[in-house]
């Protein structure tokens, strides 16, 4: 079982960063990959962006590339989304959530495919 906790959520200008935690207990987070999803009001769930934890290999969407940034910190079991030049249309509820995956540098950007998840954390972009 993994436990993840996302922090770092608020309110920021357009223009604005912001730099979201998602901290990991239970197991360490070799064998996953932790992607990042996001749920604006009235729309679905959709991909932003994911690390392969043992390799390092990332992924965005289209979206958010050249603005968005993950990372991973090891001795804290900690994965980070440093989000640059913000915009309205970034704005909702922000999740981690951890994949196990069987192959070095493997990830997927499918819901499904994740087996545990965080309770979420608010961005809101003004205008």
């Known amino acids: 079982q993994v436990q993840l906790v996302e922090s770092g959520g608020g309110l920021v200008q357009a223009g604005g960063s912001l730099r979201l935690s998602c901290a990991a207990s239970?197991?360490?987070?070799?064998?996953?990959?932790i992607g990042w999803f996001r749920q604006a009001p009235g729309k679905e769930r959709e991909f932003v962006a994911v690390?392969?934890?043992?390799?390092?290999?990332?992924f965005y969407a289209d979206s958010v590339k050249g603005r968005f940034t993950v990372s991973g910190d090891n001795a804290k079991n900690t994965v980070y989304l440093l989000m640059n030049n913000l915009k309205p249309e970034d704005t909702a509820v922000y999740y981690c959530?951890?994949?196990?995956?069987?192959?070095?540098?493997?990830?997927?950007?499918?819901?499904?495919?994740?087996?545990?998840w965080g309770q979420g954390t608010q961005v809101t972009v003004s205008s």
């Open positions: 959530a951890a994949d196990e995956v069987y192959y070095v540098g493997d990830y997927s950007t499918k819901e499904y495919a994740y087996d545990y």
């Open positions: 690390i392969n934890w043992k390799s390092g290999n990332t």
């Open positions: 239970g197991r360490t987070l070799s064998s996953y990959a």
